[in-house]
């Protein structure tokens, strides 16, 4: 099973700065299968980036993903005040659980 | 657009069996589509449980295999999750999803998801 871990678990940053998140596997990943996910509370997840570097329909372009392997980033270049939320990265895999998702980083207002 | 609601009873007894439903509307059930149930525990992060194709094939997370059946309904355009034995672990907020491809890229993905739905496991 790969396991994903997420760094830092929070992030606390003011409206206007860059977010950097990190997401690290277990084992190599293909980039194909690695998204990432916003949810604020109280809501379900919302799919933010796929294929670890494209943007889902209506995503702002101030998400950016990247990465390869077992090294995955997500980038937001200014934050906004509806940014503030938790961030899962997730992959999907080819043997049970096929799923997996990363403990989450928190980013919230400093 | 397609559009998913979850359904079922919020409260189950220990040991009991919880039971879901995922109605979609706005398209098919029978699309070219896997569709799973995702959930999460109260302040944890989320835990994929398994997923469905109409054909009714399944897969399941090996850590709930032994609990879970998932089931569709074509004709009802929805598909269901049973898990039994339940215990005060399995309280969690439960999402059904579906999963797309980008055909030319293969790139996998989870792009739709309901609003989800609240289990409390508690006599």
């Known amino acids: 099973e790969i396991v994903l871990t997420q760094s830092p678990g929070t992030l606390s940053l003011s409206p206007g700065e860059r977010a950097t998140l990190s997401c690290r596997a277990s084992q190599s990943v293909s980039s194909s299968y690695l998204a990432w996910y916003q949810q604020k509370p109280g809501q379900a997840p919302r799919l933010l980036i796929y294929?670890?570097?494209s943007r889902a329909t209506g995503i702002p372009d101030r998400f950016s993903g990247s990465g390869s392997g077992t090294d995955f980033t997500l980038t937001i270049s200014r934050l906004e005040p509806e940014d503030f939320a938790v961030y899962y990265c997730q992959q999907y895999g080819s043997s049970p659980p096929l799923f997996t998702f990363g403990p989450g980083t928190k980013v919230d207002i400093k | 657009q397609v559009q998913l609601q979850e359904s079922g009873p919020g409260l189950v007894k220990p040991s009991g069996t919880l039971s879901l439903t995922c109605a979609v509307s706005g398209g098919s059930i029978s699309s070219s589509n896997w569709w799973s149930w995702v959930r999460q525990p109260p302040g944890k992060g989320l835990e994929w449980i398994g997923e469905?194709?109409?054909?009714?094939?399944?897969n399941y997370n090996p850590s709930l295999k032994s609990r879970v059946t998932i089931s569709v309904d074509k004709s009802k355009n929805q598909f269901s999750l049973k898990l039994s034995s339940v215990t005060a672990a399995d309280t969690a907020v439960y999402y059904c999803a579906r999963e797309s491809v980008d055909i030319p890229t293969g790139y996998y993905y989870m792009d739709v998801w309901g609003k989800g739905t609240t289990v409390t496991v508690s006599s």
């Open positions: 469905i194709y109409h054909s009714g094939s399944t």
């Open positions: 294929g670890a570097s």
